[in-house]
Nanobody
């Protein structure tokens, strides 16, 4: 079993930056492909960014491309999401997810493990 814990959420003004971190524990050898997803109030969960185990493959949602950067440290078993130029529409609970397969994936159904989420609120 893999246990994922997100951290780094908070309140920020429009145009500001935040860094989220996802720490894996337990059977970390099963936390390979990792993705970030978010759910805004009243909306469905949506894909944000994903990274393969090797970091060779990174994909972003069009809405965050150029503003968000995903990265990972396989020694520390962490995956980070650096968010810049934040906008009110980025307000959501952000979740990290991990899968046993090494490849990145934009599909929530491809993931085996999920964290509890961290709130990001962007004020206008």
């Amino acid at each position: 079993q893999v246990h994922l814990v997100e951290s780094g959420g908070g309140l920020v003004q429009t145009g500001g930056s935040l860094g989220l971190s996802c720490a894996a524990s337990g059977r970390t050898s099963d936390a390979n492909g990792v993705g970030w997803f978010r759910r805004a109030p009243g909306k469905e969960r949506e894909f944000v960014a994903t990274i393969s185990w090797s970091s060779n493959n990174l994909f972003y949602a069009p809405s965050v491309e150029g503003r968000f950067t995903i990265s990972r440290d396989n020694v520390k078993h962490t995956v980070n999401l650096q968010m810049t130029n934040l906008m009110p529409e980025d307000t959501a609970v952000y979740y990290c997810a991990a899968r046993r397969i090494l490849a990145a994936s934009e599909q929530a159904d491809d993931y085996d493990y999920w964290g509890q989420g961290t709130q990001v609120t962007v004020s206008s």
